[in-house]
């Protein structure tokens, strides 16, 4: 029960870092050079990324193989250099 429990709380932070990391990037487009906020956001959505990785959740080298995925359908659907 208490494995339940951590990965429920844990998917809760993942969550609500997600959302925070989207706020930082508009306040960036909005107010801009921000990135300070960003970096912080970023760096607790990892933490929390790095847990669920700890506990057998997420598989790292599951998550890093898609990398090149998106990398490649950003080349094909955006204008950032990749």
Do not use: W, Y
């Not at 921000?34 to 057998?56: A, P, S, Y």
């Not at 995925?69 to 204008?79: D, G």
């Amino acid at each position: 029960m208490h494995e339940n429990l951590d990965k429920e709380e844990l998917l809760i932070n993942l969550i609500e870092e997600c959302a925070e990391v989207q706020q930082a990037a508009t306040k960036i487009i909005r107010f801009g050079n921000h990135f300070g906020d960003l970096e912080r956001e970023l760096g607790d959505l990892e933490c929390i990324v790095q847990m669920l990785c700890e506990r057998k959740l997420m598989d790292i080298n599951k998550v890093m193989s898609q990398v090149p995925h998106k990398r490649a359908k950003l080349k094909e659907s955006s204008n950032i250099s990749v």
